[in-house]
């Protein structure tokens, strides 16, 4: 859960600068107190580090690879963080909060335009869609298709809404049971219950591929095994 929290609370964000920034640009503003200012620059100097060490160790968590643009994220939110830092420290913090809008640019742009994007691993969702569409003739797998072990709510809009998403192993091979047609992906940790509950049913298991990624919910590798029932 705690790896979720900053990606639910994103939104917020805007908000929140609009709300600095409106302190910073009010005449008639209070001084922070003196803790209250240190706590500020130490939570800066904190998400400066984080984001910088986390853009640059993602590529190699995720895909096994040095991304050299990562490694650039790191010396831009240094500087934004110094920048502000040595701004409000002069007494300035309407060019403090300015600079920081400034700077936050390239940061932005390096993570969300160059990072992210090149990552292959965490996004399953996309590249599970298009196994099942190489799987089945028409490419339609509403209502037919079933997973278990990766409930990330982002792979629905890639998968479709008919998706059903199944408690474990033995609901998978239910599922996959149930009708002809139907096609079931089951993660590694459910794969033995799910054979075991095939088994039993006498279905007639066919692996039809396999599609490798990384759950950055949970922050662990994953290999989802494509299933059919073979007639």
Sequence with gaps: MATKLPHYTLPAFPALMLLAAAW???PLRRPAPRWLAMLGLGLLWLVALALGVAAAVLPWLADRRVDPVALLVLPA?????WGVTRLLRGGTPARAALLGA???VPVYGLVLGGVLPRLEAPWVGPRLAAALAQAAPTGDVQGEFGI?????PSMVFATGTGTALLRDGVAAAAFLGAEPGRT???GERELAGFRAAAGQAGLNLRE???VDGY???R???LTLHLFQAAP
Excluded: P
Excluded at 77 to 81: D, N, S, V
Excluded at 148 to 152: C, D, L, R
């Design 208 to 210: 039809i591929g396999s």
């Design 77 to 81: 939110t240094l500087l934004l963080a």
């Design 148 to 152: 278990t072990g990766y409930h990330e």
């Design 215 to 217: 759950n950055y919910t």
């Design 24 to 26: 910073a640009m009010d």
């Design 184 to 186: 079931a992906a089951v």
């Design 102 to 104: 400034f700077l936050a």
């Design 219 to 221: 922050g662990r590798r």
